[in-house]
């Protein structure tokens, strides 16, 4: 995979505004936020989109969801939407494996 905006970021070449980390996953503010609350959450293993992820990835797929959940309850939240664009055509721009995470505002459906 090539090296993304992304890939700085966990490797600290860019600044982020880091919200957290371990040692699969960092969560970090997004810099285009499209709710009153958008972050996301990234594997530090590089997978460019879902679809690219195998079955040795359930656990750390699993662990990004209850990471994104437990960043979400620290920064207030009660009700979240979370959203994962899969390629260009479902509006993905960076090709690492990212879960936005959005609150603080009422959503609507279908999403767009």
């Known amino acids: 995979m090539s090296e993304t905006i992304f890939s700085k970021i966990i490797d600290r070449e860019i600044p982020a505004d880091i919200i957290y980390e371990d040692d699969q996953c960092l969560a970090f503010r ?3 936020p499209q709710a009153p609350t958008h ?4 594997p530090k293993k ?5 679809s690219d992820a195998g079955g040795e990835d359930k656990e750390l797929l699993g662990h990004l969801l209850l990471v994104a959940g437990q ?3 620290e920064e207030g939240l009660e009700d979240f939407r979370l959203n994962v664009n899969n390629g260009a055509g479902a509006s993905q721009t960076v090709f690492h494996l990212h ?9 609507s459906w279908p999403p767009g």
């Open 71 to 73: 960043v979400a309850g």
């Open 30 to 32: 997004d810099i285009n």
């Open 46 to 50: 590089p997978i460019p989109k879902l």
């Open 99 to 107: 879960v936005h995470v959005l609150g603080g505002r009422s959503f």
């Open 39 to 42: 972050f996301l959450v990234i």
